[in-house]
């Protein structure tokens, strides 16, 4: 949907294709009142999404604040590329000696809204999920959207700088799945004042954009099962580099790179070596 009809499907409650057949329909005064309040902050810089408090992700509608990154389109190949690769591991694992061979356990590293992590849930019913943030405010919407979508019972999770501690450490995923910030910081600045609206932590990789990719790469090895995948988001210009600092463990290797909507190399998908194939 554009803009606009994402404001009047908002405002008239209703959904795309009732919206043309409504055309003729005239806003009540209060409507009326809230459009102009709407555009007011629209027109002021504010993202659309942030105004009206919710964005649509596969399909599904997600609670979002200035607390989260917006989620976008280009994410959603990185959700779609998880759901192909789960459901191949699950077909493969049905005939392992694993005691609950069903089920799928998957971690999700900066989950923000929740928008991979819930989406995920919902569409792999036999899925675990643990789901870790930095931002307290973040993972407050992001369980909200977890119960909003009733997967709140197989999702965790935890407040921690990527990967978690304590008594998570012992815990072995078969998917790490991440959307790190990876803008270098420099150019953060650079961005159209929507982004900028954004959560500067979400967004922020660091001088060259791959501080995140670094930390992720050499510590994701001990959170995966043998043969375990992990599945990246990256920015448009960065997948020889991502490649070569997940090359640089020496412990996995690159199964392949997939692109979005606009041909952009978007996500990288590397698995550990091990026994079993996925
Ligand atoms: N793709 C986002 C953007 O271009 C960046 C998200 C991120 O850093 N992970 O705004």
């Known amino acids: 949907m554009n803009e606009a009809e994402t404001v009047f ?21 209060a409507s009326a009142r809230r459009l102009a309040a709407v555009l007011r902050r629209r027109i002021a810089g504010e993202p659309l999404d942030y105004i009206l408090g919710s964005s649509e992700f596969m399909g599904l509608l997600f609670r979002v604040t200035p607390d989260v990154l917006i989620p976008r ?9 998880v759901l192909r690769l789960a459901r191949r591991f699950h077909h493969n694992s049905r005939q392992s000696s694993s005691r609950d061979p069903a089920r799928l356990d998957i971690l999700d590293l900066g989950t923000g809204s929740g ?13 675990r999920l643990l789901a870790t ?8 919407i992001a369980q909200e959207n977890a119960r909003r979508h009733a997967v709140d019972g197989r999702i965790e999770f935890r407040q921690c700088d990527l990967f978690p501690g304590g008594k998570d450490c012992r815990r072995r995923f078969q ?23 954004e959560p500067r932590r979400a967004l922020d990789g660091g001088p060259d954009g791959l501080a995140f990719f670094r930390r992720i790469a ?3 090895p001990l959170f995966l099962r043998p043969a375990g995948l992990l599945i990246l988001e990256m920015g448009f210009d960065q997948k020889d580099r991502v490649q070569e600092i997940v090359l640089n463990q020496k412990k996995f290797l690159i199964k392949e790179v997939v692109k979005d909507y606009n041909s952009i190399q978007r996500v990288m998908v590397a698995q550990l070596r091990g026994r079993t194939s996925a």
Do not use: F, G, W
């Open 9 to 29: 499907t908002h405002l008239l409650a209703c959904d795309r294709a009732s919206l043309y057949l409504k055309r003729h329909t005239r806003l009540s005064a």
């Open 73 to 81: 389109q280009d994410t959603e190949v990185l959700v779609e590329t």
């Open 115 to 127: 928008a991979i992590a819930v989406s995920l849930a919902h569409m792999l019913p036999v899925s």
């Open 133 to 140: 943030d930095s931002s307290l405010p973040a993972l407050r």
């Open 175 to 197: 998917i790490i799945v991440s959307n790190p910030p990876y803008i270098p910081s420099r150019t953060v600045a650079t961005l159209a004042p929507e982004v900028q609206a």
């Open 218 to 220: 050499q510590k994701a």
